[in-house]
C-alpha cells in the first residue's frame, strides 16, 4: 500500500504526499530588509497564494512565526505566487513545477503575457517587501517655507528688498556718479510720471484713510511746488 | 525588457499614473468617518470556545473562539475587544449548522491553539494570532490530541490514517493506518501513555478501539467483540476521560477503554439532548435538555470514575426552564455553572445544593445557548464566577458574578439580508414644510410655523452644546461628545436594518460607529438566506421583512417597534418587489408566482385604484423557475389582495447554460447629464434606460459565461457578450448603473487573472446622435433595432479576485461614479473611479490633446490599483465583506458606503472630492488669525502712515 510508505522529510523540497508521487511542496520565507525590518509588522493575517490554472490546484499558506511558508501538495503546472499584504508591498512570482517535480521560480508581474518568463530565482523562495503600503493623503497646511521657496514670492522679496536698499546705496556713492545717477534718475521718474497719472497715487494716503478728496490735492500741490 | 526592472519601477509608475483617479482617505479623516464592527460569529460549539492562558507564564487568560463563519480569535474578557483573528476558510451563513463537525480549535501546548477545518489543520499562537504551521490532510480530520511529552499533535483522519505531527515544525513524525481505510475515526482518548482511538465500521454497524502507541504509532491492541452492540453510535465524549461513549435508542453507554467494564445510563425518550463534560480524568458531568411542547427542562448529572468503574454522583435539580452548563476547574475545585435567562448558579461536586447563586440585573434577550464558566473560590470562601455565553440570538455576552460586562454584536455577522433606513426623510424636510405652509392660509401658517418654531427648540441644547464644539472645533479637533438629539445637516445618519439567521432584526447606526440602535425578534429560531424573501424599505421610517413562509414583518426602523406582524400565502418560490405609486407615497409589496394561473398576492390590500395605476405602467419580471431565465409579467389587482397574473415575455437561457446573477440598476439611480461631451465639443448620448437588467449565465461545459443586457419591460436582449477561457468555479460579479456595467471574473486566457470589465452604453455610434432620447415618449416597445445601444468596452486585469461590486450613488447623480470592490485577499473595501474605468481611453497611443482635455488618458492593461491610496478601508483590516450597498447623502459630493457579511464597515466617500462642504482641512485658526492679523496690521499702521503722511505736508 503505497500511503503506508513512510517518506521522512527531507530539508526542503519533499515529497510529503505519498499517494500523489509528483506532487511536491513549495517553501520559502520571508526575509526582512530596510522596508520591513521585522516580520511583527506585517499582519498576522498575511497569506501567501499561489494560483494555478484553477481553484482546485490553487494553494494558500500563511506566514508562519517563524517567517517561512509552506504550499503543501502542489501538482506539477505553472502558477502565480503573491503574497496578499495589508501593509507592504512583495513582488510576484511565477512558480513552475514540472511532472519530475523540478521547482523553477521566476520574476514576473501582473499583465506580463504569461510566457514572457522573468529572471530566474532559487528555491526555497526569498521573498522581500519592496514598499510600504501608503493609505492616506496628509493634507498640506499652512507651511511658510515652503511659501518662501516659492519663485514668484523670491522675485517679490527681492524687489522689495531693492527698493529698500536703493537709497541707502545711492547716499553711499562719491557725489559725481551720484549726481549723475540722480539725474537719470529725475528723467526716468518725470518722463514716467508725466505718462502714468497712477504714479501720483498716494498709496499710504488711501490706506490711512484719508479721504479722497484731499489725495489729489496734495498730489496737486506738490507739483505745483 | 520590462522584466529587468526592479518591480518597484512598476508599482512607482502605476502609483503616478493613478494618482489622479485614485480617491484615497485623508489621515485626518480616517477613523472618524468610517467605522468597522469587528465581528466573530456566533460561537459554534462549547467545546470551542474556552479561557486559555495566551502564553505560558502570564496572569490573565483570553477568551478564544471559533465562530460559525469560521473565524477563530481571542477576544479579551475584561471588555470583549478583539486580539485577534484568522479566518478558518469561506462558509456561508446556511452552512453554519454543518460546521461544528467539521470546524474546532482545541488547547495546545506552550500557550498554543491548534484549529481544525476539514482537511486542514493550523497551530496558531495564541498570543500574537501568528500561524506556527499549517498542515492540510488528505481526508477530513475526524479527531486529534496534543501529547504533550512527546511533543506530538496526533490527528486521526476520517479515513483511519493516523498521522503525528510535530509541534514545533508541522513535519510528519510517523503516521499509520487502522483498519485498512474502511473504517470511519471518530475520537481520540487519552489513557496514561496508551493512544486509544475509536473508530466505527460502517461495513457491520459496529465499534471499535484500537490502542496506538504515542510514540511509535505502532496498533497495539484492538477491541471490538462484547463491548459495543450492532446500533451503537458513537457520542463524542472529553479526550481527557478514560472513556468511550457511545448510545443505542434509549441509553448512553460508557465504556472504560482497554476493558470491558460498560456503564449504561438510561435516557428518556423526552430528552431532547445530552452533552457531555469533563475537567479532570475522574469526573464526567452530563446537562440533559427535555422538551415538551409547552416546557423546557434541564438538569444534569456527576458520575466519578474510579478504578475503571463509573458511578452516579450528585444530580443536579431539575429545572422547567432552559439553562445550560459549563464545568471548570481553577485548582480550587471542581464547579459546574448553570446558567438561564435571569441568574447563574454554581453547584459543587458534593451536593445538590447550589453553592452560589448570582442573579442578573435584567434578564438575558434570548435563552443561553451554551455557556462557558471559570468559577474561584476564594481563600474566604467567597466565591467569583465569569461565564461566556453565547444566546440564542446569535450573540455573546460575557457575565461576571451578577453583572452583564460586556455584549458582542455576533448575531451581525450572520446577517442574511440588510436596508438602509433614512434618519432624515422621517422628519418632514423643511422644503416640504415651507410649500405646506405656502398652500394653507395665512393664519393656519402662522401657527403651524409658530408650533414648528416650538418643536425645533429640541434641538436647541444640542445646538448649544454644537456651539461650543465648533469653537473648540477652530483649536483643532475634537471628539464629539456623546451627542444630545441633534440634527443630522448632511444626511450623514442612515439605519443600516439587518435580518440576522436567528431570527432577529437589529439596526445599527452609521453616524454612530455602527452602534446597535434597536434590536427586535422575528419568533423564528432560524431565517437563512432561501428563507427570507427580502427587506424593503417602506418609506418613512418603515421597513418591511418578508419571509417565505408568507409571514410580513412591519417594523418602524427609526425606534424597532414592530407595527404590525401579518401572513399572506405566498408561495416559497414566489418573487417579492416592491411597486411604487408615480403620483402619490403609496407603496405596495408584490409577490409573483412561478406557476402559471395562479394568482399573486399584493399588501397592504388598500387603495387599489392606485395600484392599478401603477401597475398598469410597470412590467414585473423575476426569475423564471430553477432560475432558467428572466420572466416578464404585467399584473392586475383583483379582490382580497390578490393579483391576476399574465405572462408577457421570458427570457430562457439554453440548457447548457447556467445563471450566475441578474443585476438592475440601483433604486435611486440619477442620470445627471444625458450625454458625455468630448474634447471637440460634440455630444455621445447615453443609452438611459430604467428597465435594464444585466443577467450572466456560464456555461460548464465550454468554461465560457454569457452577459446579457435585457430590456425588463418588453424583454428584448439589448446587448450580449461572451468571455470564453473563464474560470467558472471563481466568483463572477457585476454591478450596472447609470449607462454602463462593470463584471469582473476570472481568465484562464492569454492575460491570465482577474479581469475587471466596463462597458459604457450610448445612443448611437455616432457623434452628436441622440437617438430617440430626445424624444417625448420612448417606449420599451419600439421596434428593437431602433432601440438597441451602442456599447464599449474595455477589459482590466485586477490583481486579485473580487468577491463583490457595487457603485456609488449620490443625490443628483452629478458626481463621478466609483465602482467598489470587496477584496477579501487583502480585507480591503476598495474604490476606483469611473473616470479610470472609462472605455473610451485610448489603446496604444498617447492621447490628443482634445482627448486629454476630455479626461481620457493611455490604456493600460493592468489596472494597477494602488492598493493603499484606492483603499476606503485604508488600514482596517475587514473579513468577509460579502456585500456592499450605497446609499446617497444629502450632500451631492457624498456617498454612505456599508459593507456587510461578517464584519461592517460603513464609510461616506467623495468620488469627485468635496466640492460642496468645508473638509476637516479647513483651518478655522488660521482664517480668524489671518483676519485678526489684517486688522492688528492695520490698526498699527495707520497712526504710522498719517504721522508720516502729516509730516510730508509739513516738510512741503
Redesign the interface.
Known amino acids: 500500500m503505497a500511503s503506508i510508505l513512510l517518506l521522512r522529510l527531507t530539508s526542503f523540497l519533499l515529497l510529503a504526499f505519498p499517494v500523489l508521487i509528483n506532487a511536491v511542496n513549495i517553501v520559502g520565507s520571508i526575509k526582512p530588509n530596510n522596508i520591513l525590518p521585522s516580520l511583527n509588522l506585517i499582519p498576522p493575517s498575511t497569506t501567501l497564494s499561489l494560483s494555478g490554472a484553477n481553484l482546485a490546484d490553487s494553494r494558500t499558506s500563511r506566514v508562519y512565526t517563524s517567517g517561512t511558508f509552506r504550499f503543501q501538495d502542489v501538482k506539477p503546472g505553472s502558477y502565480l505566487l503573491e503574497v496578499n499584504c495589508k501593509t507592504h508591498l512583495f513582488p510576484s512570482l511565477r512558480v513552475d513545477v514540472s511532472s519530475d517535480g523540478l521547482v523553477e521560480v521566476y520574476g514576473t508581474f501582473r499583465g506580463n503575457e504569461w510566457d514572457n518568463k522573468g529572471e530566474r530565482k532559487p528555491h526555497p523562495i526569498d521573498i522581500s517587501a519592496v514598499k510600504g503600503s501608503d493609505f492616506y493623503i496628509v493634507r498640506e497646511g499652512f507651511n511658510p517655507m515652503k511659501l518662501l521657496s516659492n519663485p514668484m514670492i523670491l522675485i517679490a522679496i527681492v524687489a522689495i528688498g531693492g527698493m529698500t536698499l536703493m537709497p541707502k546705496m545711492v547716499e553711499n556713492m562719491d557725489p559725481e556718479t551720484r549726481a549723475e545717477f540722480e539725474k537719470q534718475q529725475q528723467n526716468s521718474v518725470l518722463s514716467g510720471s508725466q505718462n502714468n497719472p497712477l504714479q501720483n497715487f498716494d498709496m499710504a494716503g488711501y490706506l490711512a484713510g484719508s479721504s479722497s478728496k484731499g489725495q489729489p490735492k496734495s498730489g496737486n500741490g506738490s507739483k505745483r511746488k | 525588457m520590462?522584466?529587468?526592472h526592479?518591480?518597484?519601477h512598476?508599482?512607482l509608475l502605476a502609483g503616478s499614473l493613478l494618482s489622479s483617479s485614485c480617491q484615497?482617505?485623508?489621515?485626518?479623516e480616517?477613523f472618524h468617518t468610517d467605522f468597522q464592527v469587528q465581528l466573530f460569529g456566533t460561537a459554534l460549539d462549547p467545546s470551542s470556545t474556552f479561557f486559555h492562558q495566551a502564553a505560558a507564564g502570564k496572569t490573565g487568560s483570553l477568551l478564544y473562539t471559533l465562530s460559525n463563519r469560521l473565524v477563530i480569535g481571542a477576544i479579551n474578557p475584561k471588555d470583549g475587544a478583539q486580539v485577534?483573528?484568522?479566518?478558518l476558510g469561506e462558509g456561508t451563513v446556511s452552512e453554519s449548522e454543518e460546521l461544528s463537525k467539521s470546524a474546532w480549535i482545541r488547547k495546545s501546548k506552550d500557550g498554543r491553539i491548534v484549529s481544525v477545518f476539514d482537511s486542514a489543520i493550523?497551530l496558531w499562537?495564541a498570543a500574537?494570532?501568528?500561524?506556527?504551521?499549517?498542515?492540510?490532510a488528505?481526508n477530513t480530520v475526524a479527531d486529534l490530541i496534543t501529547l504533550e511529552p512527546e511533543n506530538l499533535l496526533v490527528v486521526a483522519l476520517k479515513g483511519g490514517?493516523v498521522k503525528a505531527i510535530k509541534l514545533e515544525s508541522?513535519?510528519?513524525a510517523?503516521?499509520?493506518?487502522v483498519g485498512e481505510g474502511r473504517d470511519v475515526a471518530s475520537n481520540f482518548n487519552l489513557v496514561g501513555d496508551r493512544l486509544f482511538l475509536t473508530l466505527s465500521e460502517p461495513a457491520s454497524t459496529a465499534l471499535k478501539t484500537v490502542v496506538i502507541s504515542p510514540a511509535t504509532g505502532a496498533q497495539l491492541e484492538t477491541f471490538i467483540d462484547g463491548v459495543f452492540g450492532p446500533s451503537d453510535a458513537h457520542v463524542s465524549i472529553p479526550q481527557i476521560l478514560p472513556l468511550t461513549a457511545f448510545r443505542d435508542s434509549d441509553h448512553l453507554k460508557l465504556n472504560t477503554l482497554g476493558t470491558k467494564k460498560t456503564k449504561s445510563l438510561g435516557v428518556d425518550s423526552t430528552v431532547h439532548d445530552y452533552r457531555l463534560h469533563a475537567v479532570s480524568k475522574d469526573t464526567l458531568f452530563v446537562e440533559y435538555w427535555a422538551r415538551s411542547p409547552d416546557s423546557t427542562t434541564s438538569w444534569a448529572d456527576f458520575y466519578t470514575i474510579k478504578d475503571d468503574v463509573v458511578s452516579k454522583g450528585v444530580s443536579v435539580p431539575y429545572e422547567n426552564a432552559h439553562s445550560v452548563f459549563s464545568l471548570s476547574d481553577t485548582g480550587s475545585g471542581i464547579f459546574a455553572t448553570r446558567v438561564n435567562r435571569v441568574e447563574i448558579r454554581i453547584y459543587d461536586t458534593e451536593s445538590d445544593a447550589q453553592v452560589a447563586a448570582f442573579e442578573l440585573p435584567q434578564m438575558l434577550p434570548a435563552e443561553p445557548l451554551h455557556a462557558v464558566a471559570e468559577v474561584v473560590k476564594r481563600k474566604d470562601g467567597a466565591i467569583a464566577v465569569r461565564a461566556a455565553v453565547t444566546l440564542a440570538d446569535g450573540n455573546m455576552i460575557l457575565i461576571r458574578n451578577n453583572q452583564i460586562v460586556w455584549t458582542r454584536q455576533e448575531a451581525l455577522a450572520s446577517a442574511v439580508a440588510a436596508e438602509f433606513v433614512d434618519v432624515h426623510e422621517v422628519e418632514d424636510t423643511l422644503e416640504k414644510t415651507l410649500h405646506a405652509e405656502e398652500a394653507s392660509n395665512l393664519v393656519t401658517a402662522y401657527i403651524k410655523r409658530v408650533t414648528r418654531h416650538i418643536e425645533e427648540l429640541k434641538y436647541l441644547p444640542g445646538w448649544i452644546a454644537g456651539f461650543q464644539e465648533s469653537i473648540l472645533g477652530i483649536f483643532g479637533p475634537v471628539t464629539p461628545a456623546e451627542a444630545a438629539v441633534s440634527k443630522d445637516p448632511f444626511g450623514y445618519r442612515k439605519f443600516v436594518v439587518f435580518v440576522t439567521r436567528f431570527g432577529w432584526v437589529t439596526a445599527v447606526d452609521t453616524a454612530n460607529k455602527g452602534e446597535v440602535v434597536w434590536t427586535i425578534n422575528l419568533a423564528k429560531t432560524k431565517i437563512l438566506e432561501k428563507d427570507i424573501k427580502g427587506i424593503f424599505h417602506f418609506g418613512k421610517g418603515v421597513v418591511l421583512v418578508v419571509l417565505s413562509s408568507g409571514d410580513i414583518y412591519k417594523i418602524d426602523a427609526i425606534t424597532g417597534r414592530g407595527l404590525q406582524k401579518t401572513a399572506v400565502q405566498i408561495l416559497p418560490s414566489a418573487s417579492v418587489m416592491v411597486v411604487e405609486s408615480p403620483t402619490t407615497d403609496d407603496r405596495w409589496i408584490v409577490a409573483v408566482p412561478i406557476k402559471e394561473g395562479v394568482k399573486g398576492w399584493f399588501w397592504p390590500d388598500e387603495n387599489d385604484e392606485e395600484l392599478t395605476k401603477a401597475l398598469s405602467k410597470a412590467t414585473l419580471s423575476r426569475r423564471c423557475e430553477s432560475s432558467r431565465g428572466i420572466c416578464g409579467y404585467t399584473a392586475k389587482p383583483t379582490v382580497g389582495g390578490r393579483l391576476i397574473i399574465t405572462p408577457t415575455w421570458s427570457f430562457r437561457l439554453p440548457p447548457n447554460q447556467k445563471m450566475v446573477s441578474i443585476s438592475t440598476r440601483p433604486a435611486h439611480d440619477p442620470v445627471a447629464s444625458i450625454g458625455k461631451v468630448l474634447g471637440d465639443r460634440s455630444v455621445m448620448y447615453k443609452y438611459i434606460n430604467p428597465h435594464l437588467a444585466l443577467l450572466i449565465s456560464f456555461a460548464p461545459s465550454t468554461s465560457s459565461i454569457y452577459l446579457y443586457l435585457i430590456d425588463t419591460v418588453s424583454g428584448t436582449v439589448l446587448h450580449t457578450s461572451v468571455q470564453n477561457d473563464a474560470?467558472v468555479?471563481?466568483p463572477i460579479v457585476a454591478t450596472i448603473a447609470e449607462n454602463w456595467y462593470v463584471y469582473s471574473y476570472y481568465s484562464?486566457s492569454?492575460?491570465?487573472?482577474t479581469q475587471l470589465v466596463v462597458t459604457d452604453l450610448y445612443a448611437s455610434a455616432t457623434k452628436n446622435d441622440p437617438g430617440r432620447l430626445l424624444q417625448k415618449n420612448v417606449s420599451s416597445y419600439d421596434q428593437p433595432r431602433s432601440t438597441s445601444p451602442y456599447g464599449i468596452s474595455h477589459a482590466f486585469?485586477f490583481?486579485?479576485p473580487i468577491t463583490s461590486l457595487a457603485t456609488t450613488t449620490t443625490r443628483q447623480g452629478i458626481t463621478t461614479r466609483a465602482v467598489l470592490l470587496s477584496v477579501p485577499?487583502?480585507?480591503?473595501l476598495l474604490a476606483i473611479n469611473k473616470r479610470t474605468l472609462e472605455p473610451r481611453r485610448p489603446v496604444g497611443r498617447e492621447p490628443t490633446a482634445e482627448e486629454k482635455e476630455e479626461g481620457l488618458f493611455k490604456y493600460?492593461?493592468?489596472l494597477?490599483v494602488?492598493?493603499?491610496?484606492a483603499?476606503l478601508s485604508?488600514?482596517r483590516?475587514l473579513f468577509g465583506i460579502e456585500k456592499i450597498i450605497t446609499t446617497p447623502s444629502l450632500l451631492e459630493s457624498t456617498s454612505i458606503v456599508v459593507g456587510w457579511g461578517i464584519d461592517i464597515f460603513g464609510t461616506r466617500t467623495n468620488p469627485s472630492e468635496a466640492f460642496d462642504v468645508l473638509?476637516?482641512?479647513f483651518?478655522k485658526l488660521?482664517l480668524i488669525g489671518s483676519v485678526l492679523a489684517v486688522g492688528v496690521g492695520?490698526l498699527f499702521?495707520?497712526p504710522m502712515?498719517?504721522k508720516?503722511?502729516i509730516g510730508?505736508?509739513w516738510a512741503?
Open positions: 520590462w522584466l529587468r526592479n518591480p518597484l512598476y508599482f484615497a482617505v485623508f489621515s485626518d480616517a485577534w483573528r484568522q479566518r493550523a499562537d500574537t494570532g501568528r500561524a506556527v504551521w499549517e498542515y492540510s488528505s490514517e508541522g513535519e510528519l510517523w503516521e499509520t493506518l474560470d468555479t471563481r484562464n492569454v492575460a491570465r487573472g486585469i490583481p486579485h485577499k487583502l480585507g480591503s493600460e492593461p493592468y494597477g494602488d492598493h493603499g491610496r483603499s485604508h488600514i483590516e473638509g476637516r482641512g483651518n488660521a492695520t499702521l495707520r502712515v498719517r508720516k503722511q510730508q505736508r512741503q
